[in-house]
């Protein structure tokens, strides 16, 4: 003779054993094959976790990377250009590649602001030479720069 509680508890258990099913998209109809479908899907799913936290990962270092490398904007002035170097970490030597970078344009530097305690960061106003017949443009101040840092960063790499 079965007792009522048993009964009970036999329905709820086969309740439950039916939304796993449903959660887990099993077809399974007995009890065992519900469980091991059950165990597989937590496994796919643990796998694609791995896989997302991978992702993640490999996004974040490359934002972390992106954030180190000093960013460059020039602007363009009446008689010169505004140059702005920011990075926010410290960059030994960075300034001296940069100044030689503005000599071999043949630009003069005029004013610069220099801080690189903790970080970076660079406001020069260079302006051009009148002797240079050379027409000089923002993108092409930029682009030396950008080069400067790229061979500057492999030099301490």
């Not at 100044?99 to 530097?109: C, D, I, Q």
């Not at 660079?122 to 923002?138: I, P, R, V």
Request: glycine share 4%; proline share 1%.
């Amino acid at each position: 003779m079965v007792s009522r509680e048993h009964i009970i508890k036999r329905e709820a258990l086969h309740d439950k054993l039916q939304i796993l099913r449903s959660i887990t998209h099993s077809h399974a109809v007995n009890e065992t094959s519900i469980v091991l479908d059950a165990s597989n899907y937590i496994k796919e799913l643990k796998q694609k976790v791995e896989k997302l936290n991978e992702e993640i990962s490999t996004a974040e270092s490359s934002i972390h990377h992106q954030n180190m490398w000093p960013r460059v904007t020039v602007e363009t002035l009446e008689k010169g250009f505004l140059v702005n170097v920011h990075s926010s970490k410290n960059c030994p030597g960075l300034f001296v590649s940069i100044l030689a970078t503005f000599e071999e344009l043949g630009l003069t530097v005029l004013e610069a602001r220099v801080s690189c305690a903790h970080s970076f960061h660079l406001q020069a106003l260079g302006g051009d030479n009148e002797d240079d017949e050379e027409n000089m443009n923002a993108q092409m101040v930029k682009r030396a720069i950008s080069n400067t840092i790229k061979n500057w960063s492999e030099s301490i790499e």
